[in-house]
């Protein structure tokens, strides 16, 4: 037994899901993980339905480039605006505007309206709303951590990108195979619903 100068005190046991502890982390980590899932479910369901419009392998993989082309080019805009706007706002914008479009999807896609320029076209605004929120999303980690959660926060933000990587596509193969593309379009939209109510 030492005496009570000498004792040192125990390590704080510290647990890497310590930042799921804070509510609106934990909301913000769900619905964040949900919208990713919806997004990955619309990818797939773009790519089946211009399958079905044309048999171009381009126009099939401009799909992809209309998608992610705007991170590219918007990247470092998108993150010099998450700098100087409230980031709050912003984000639930741009969730709006990507909701709307979705939803814009998949009523044509009911109405039998869709052509490829359409859709590609559609599939390039939801990236462009993506490219534009990407950095308002990993700048207010820090906000809403303490700093020495912040470390783990990151990574529970990779783990739910990757869990949504991994359910994504089969949940959207699953729905695009029963109910059609149109469908996987409404579920994306209502998945940037649940960011915006969220926030």
């Known amino acids: ?24 982390f934990l909301a913000i980590w769900i619905a964040n993980m949900a919208s990713n899932i919806g997004s990955l479910i619309q990818s797939v369901g773009e790519k089946v339905q211009m399958t079905q419009l044309t048999s171009s392998t381009l126009l099939v993989a401009l799909i992809e480039t209309g998608t992610t082309l705007p991170i590219l080019v918007l990247g470092l805009a998108a993150g010099a605006i998450a700098d100087i706007v409230d980031r709050r706002r912003w984000l639930i914008a741009t969730q709006v505007f990507m909701m709307l479009v979705a939803a814009g999807m998949s009523l044509l896609t009911f109405q039998r309206l869709v052509t490829p320029a359409i859709l590609i076209a559609m599939a ?4 462009i709303g993506s490219s534009l929120s990407m950095p308002a999303f990993q700048a207010i980690v820090p906000e809403i951590l303490p700093k020495k959660d912040l470390s783990a926060g990151v990574s529970l933000n990779s783990a739910g990108y990757n869990i949504s990587r991994a ?19 409404l579920l994306n939209a209502v998945s940037f619903l649940a960011v915006v109510l969220v926030l």
């Open 1 to 24: 037994m030492c005496a009570m100068d000498d004792c040192e005190p125990e390590p704080e046991k510290y647990s890497p899901l310590t930042p799921l502890q804070t509510r609106i």
């Open 124 to 127: 390039m605004l939801i990236g």
């Open 167 to 185: 359910l994504g596509p089969a949940l959207g193969g699953y729905i695009v195979q029963w109910a059609g593309p149109a469908w996987a379009f």
